[in-house]
C-alpha cells in the first residue's frame, strides 16, 4: 500500500527491523561550531542569538575586532580528517550505526549542497565532501549510516521572514529545507534520517509529511530507511518512526514504542569544546550503565563525540569509546538483537537489567555481589535450568531462592580475571520463565 502524507497514514509503516537488531550507535557533531570549540555546538546563537556576555567576552578575547561567525568557516579544515580511521574506531566500539550531523542549526552543510552557496565544506573550509567520505568509509565496514539534519536555521534571511510571517509563507522550507533533504537521500541513500530544529513550527509550515510519504513510497531508500520523530512542533515522541522525545530521555518504564536515547560523552556539549575537563564527562562505568538500562527498555543507545576542527576525535573520547567496544565484545550477546524481557529491572535495586532472546534470558549486573552470591527474584527456575557466565567457559552453580527466583554462586576469582570489565557482567539463563 502507498503512504498517504499524513500522521495516520505515515505512523502505520513498520519500522525496518536492522535499527530495533543495532541497539548501539555512535552520533558525530561536526561543523563550524568545533572551530571556536567553546560553550557548545550552539555558539553562534548564545553570542549573536542572545547576545550572552561570557560569548561575548571570549570572541573578543580570542579573536580580531568585527570577527563575524562566517569568518570560522576557513578555520574549519579538517586537515586531520582520516575517514577509515573513524569507521575502524567506530567499529571497534561496537557501533552498529553511525550518525553525523549534515548541517546543525547554523546552516553549514558538510557537503556540496546545491542550495547552500558557500556556506558549505566544498566551498568553504575543508574543501571535501565529508558526508560522503564518512559514507564510504562506514560502508566498506558494512556500519549503517544515518545523517543529522536540522529543518530550521538560526538566522536564515528566508526563515527568520517567515517566522516574521506567522510561518505562514514557506519560502525557507521550499528553497533550502526541501531541496536539502531530497539532495541528500539521493545523492547518499542513508539508512536514517535524524531530524532536528522542528520546535519552531507545526507540519503545515514543514511539508514533513510530503517529505516523508516520498521517502516511504518512491525513494531508493523506501524499505530500509528509518527516521526519528522531530518533524514538526508536536511530532516529538507522538510521529515518525522511532521516538527520541528528547535528548538524553530515560523513560523509567517500558515505552510502547521504539525509542532511542542519545547521550553525549561530554556531559556539557555534543560539539568538541577545547576546555573540557576530565570531570565533566561520562566514565566507562556511566556509560556501560546507561546502555544497559537503555536496552533493557527496548531503546537504542546513540553514544555521541565532538571531532575537533581539524578532524580529530579525542583520545579520552577514543578511549571511552574503546571501553564500550570492549565490554560489548564480551557481552553483547545480551544486547545485540535482544528484545525486553517480561521484566526489566530487579524490583528491589537498579543494579541488575535484563534482556531475551527467544527462551533465553539474559541478567546484567552492574554491581558485584559482596558475598559472591547473585540473587535474582525474578526468574523462575526449572530442574532444567542452566546458568553460565558470557566471557567464561563452564556452568554456574545455582539453587532456588528460599523466596522467588534463584541463587548463583560466582566464583570471586571471576572477578580477579582480566577478562570482565569493571562494570557490568552478563548472566545466561537458561530453562527459565
Not at 568509509?137 to 506567522?166: M, T, V
Amino acid at each position: 500500500p502507498r503512504y498517504r502524507p499524513d500522521w495516520a497514514s505515515l505512523d502505520a509503516r513498520p519500522l525496518p527491523a536492522w535499527f530495533d537488531q543495532a541497539k548501539v550507535g555512535v552520533f558525530v557533531h561536526w561543523g563550524v561550531f568545533s572551530v571556536p570549540a567553546w560553550g557548545s555546538e550552539w555558539f553562534w546563537w548564545h553570542w549573536q542569538g542572545e547576545h550572552r556576555a561570557d560569548y561575548e567576552r571570549f570572541v573578543q578575547r580570542r579573536y580580531p575586532p568585527d570577527t563575524t561567525y562566517a569568518d570560522f568557516a576557513p578555520r574549519f579544515t579538517a586537515h586531520d580528517f582520516q575517514p577509515r580511521e573513524w569507521a575502524q574506531l567506530f567499529q571497534r566500539a561496537g557501533a552498529r550505526y553511525v550518525v553525523l550531523t549534515t548541517k546543525h542549526h547554523e546552516g553549514f552543510t558538510n557537503w556540496e549542497s546545491p542550495v547552500s552557496w558557500n556556506w558549505n565544506s566544498l566551498d568553504t573550509g575543508p574543501h571535501r565532501d565529508l558526508v560522503g567520505e564518512l559514507g564510504q568509509a562506514l560502508r566498506e565496514r558494512n556500519i549503517r549510516y544515518g545523517l543529522y539534519h536540522s529543518l530550521l536555521e538560526w538566522f536564515n534571511p528566508l526563515y527568520l521572514a517567515d517566522k516574521e510571517s506567522g510561518f505562514k509563507t514557506q519560502n525557507f522550507v521550499l528553497k533550502k529545507t526541501m531541496p536539502e533533504l531530497y539532495d541528500l537521500v539521493l545523492k547518499y541513500k542513508p539508512d536514517l534520517i535524524w531530524s532536528d530544529g522542528d520546535w519552531e513550527a507545526p507540519e503545515s509550515y514543514w511539508n514533513s509529511t510530503s517529505f516523508l510519504a516520498w521517502l516511504y513510497n518512491d525513494s531508493p531508500i523506501k524499505d530500509t530507511v528509518v527516521v526519528n520523530d522531530r518533524w514538526c512542533n508536536n511530532c516529538s515522541c507522538h510521529h515518525g518512526g522511532y521516538y527520541n522525545c528528547a535528548d538524553k530521555y530515560k523513560p523509567g518504564t517500558l515505552p510502547t514504542h521504539k525509542w532511542e536515547m542519545c547521550s553525549s560523552i561530554d556531559k556539557h556539549s555534543w560539539g568538541y569544546r577545547s576546555n573540557m575537563n576530565v570531570a565533566e564527562l561520562m566514565d566507562e562505568a556511566s556509560i556501560i550503565e546507561e546502555l544497559v538500562q537503555t536496552v533493557s527498555f527496548g531503546g537504542n543507545y546513540l553514544l555521541n563525540v565532538g571531532p575537533t576542527k581539524e578532524g580529530v576525535i579525542v583520545p579520552v573520547f577514543q578511549e571511552r569509546l574503546l571501553a564500550l567496544g570492549r565490554w560489548l565484545d564480551t557481552n553483547g550477546e545480551a544486547i545485540y538483537e535482544s528484545k525486553p524481557w517480561r521484566v526489566q529491572m530487579e524490583n528491589s535495586t537498579d543494579t541488575v537489567w535484563y534482556t531475551s532472546k527467544g527462551p533465553v534470558v539474559y541478567a546484567i549486573f552492574l554491581i558485584w555481589p559482596l558475598d559472591n552470591v547473585l540473587e535474582l527474584s525474578s526468574p523462575i527456575p526449572s530442574p532444567a535450568t542452566q546458568v553460565t557466565m558470557l566471557g567464561f567457559a563452564g556452568t554456574l552453580k545455582w539453587q532456588k531462592s528460599p523466596g522467588k527466583g534463584l541463587l548463583i554462586t560466582l566464583s570471586p576469582n571471576m572477578l580477579l580475571s582480566p577478562l570482565p570489565p569493571q562494570t557490568g557482567w552478563a548472566v545466561k539463563l537458561e530453562g527459565v520463565k
